[in-house]
């Protein structure tokens, strides 16, 4: 099943990256370069939906439509794409 969610990046005052998921909360990324922050990014994405739809009863939270998230100065947003491959037995 395929996740898109958007994530608002920024570059830090040490030359680094961080990232966040407006929709997905204390959903957080880091890395030395944006390629890897973005590789984290994806990662993290992807191990909190896991976590979420392991529960029961589980409503994940809407996306946002990027025109709607208030960016502060130097962010700006990529959308993420997160497959999560269902395996036997998983209960929908």
Not at 60 to 81: A, C, G, M, Q, Y
Request: proline share 4%; charged share 30%; aromatic share 14%.
């Amino acid at each position: 099943m395929k996740f898109i969610y958007p994530a608002v990046f920024h570059q830090t005052e040490s030359g680094g990256y961080k990232a966040y998921f407006p929709d997905l909360e204390c959903c957080t990324a880091e890395g030395d370069t944006l390629f890897d922050v973005l590789d984290n990014a994806n990662a993290a994405a992807r191990d909190w939906l896991t976590v979420e739809l392991e529960e029961e009863n589980v409503q994940l939270p809407p996306v946002s439509d990027e025109s709607d998230i208030t960016l502060k100065e130097n962010e700006f947003v990529r959308n993420i794409l997160v497959n999560i491959r269902f395996y036997e037995g998983w209960d929908e």
